[in-house]
């Protein structure tokens, strides 16, 4: 498995922006489709957006699209989600996943390693 730690969390008004960072080591993260997911208390666990290994590919759950842009550099070992116009709704801890392969969509089953999440915090 590849350990994953993510960065970036933190408090910002509607209509702010955050970036989120995914550091990952251990494993050679390219071959590695990633997945950014959230949770908030008392709910499931939700997709937010998903990166095939190179990053040719991506997906966005919709309440997300338009706002928010997966990314993620290789040499680096990491994977970034920008998140811009926040919504008070967008309030949850993100959590990022990693999945053995080429790519993955919204299915958390899929994803066999999780960082520790990191709290983003939208104020109305």
């Known amino acids: 498995q590849v350990q994953l730690v993510e960065s970036g969390g933190g408090l910002v008004r509607a209509g702010g922006s955050l970036r989120l960072s995914c550091a990952a080591s251990?494993?050679?993260?390219?071959?590695?489709?990633m997945g950014w997911f959230r949770q908030t208390p008392g709910k499931d666990r939700e997709f937010v957006a998903s990166?095939?290994?190179?990053?040719?590919?991506?997906y966005y759950t919709n309440s997300v699209k338009g706002r928010f842009t997966i990314s993620r550099d290789n040499a680096k070992n990491t994977m970034y989600l920008q998140m811009n116009s926040l919504k008070p709704d967008d309030t949850a801890v993100y959590y990022c996943?990693?999945?053995?392969?080429?790519?993955?969509?919204?299915?958390?089953?899929?994803?066999?390693?999780w960082g520790q999440g990191t709290q983003v915090t939208v104020s109305s």
């Open positions: 990166i095939s290994w190179k990053g040719g590919t991506t």
């Open positions: 251990g494993r050679t993260f390219s071959d590695y489709a």
């Open positions: 996943a990693a999945a053995r392969g080429r790519w993955s969509d919204s299915q958390m089953v899929a994803y066999d390693s």
